[in-house]
């Protein structure tokens, strides 16, 4: 399951990459407002002396590879606990632990 998830996640990223527009930090200071723009419907890749230096992309898409991020890392803290061998706390004994009965 975690590998179907996280390829997911991954095609989705690499459509975002690909479809990247590059700009040099020269570039994107003259056209700053027009780089916001863009960055509202896909990436943009900001390069210095032809290195890699930043990315300026959407809040929605943030928020969205954030989430992804943080759905990796629980279905991967599953798997982890899947794999756990030690002896098992019934649920109606944490429950009664907890007080929630």
Known sequence: MSWIVSNL???????YIIAMKELSVTEAREQF??????????????????????VVISP????????????LEDI??????MLDESPKIPWAQVKKDLKLD
């Open 60 to 71: 929605e898409l943030f928020e969205e590879l954030v989430s992804a991020q943080e759905e």
């Open 33 to 54: 407002p027009a780089l916001l723009n863009q960055a509202a419907k896909k990436p943009v890749w900001i390069t210095r002396h032809g290195v890699d230096v930043a």
């Open 9 to 15: 996640y991954i095609s989705k990223l690499f459509l």
């Open 76 to 81: 991967a803290a599953v798997d982890e606990a």
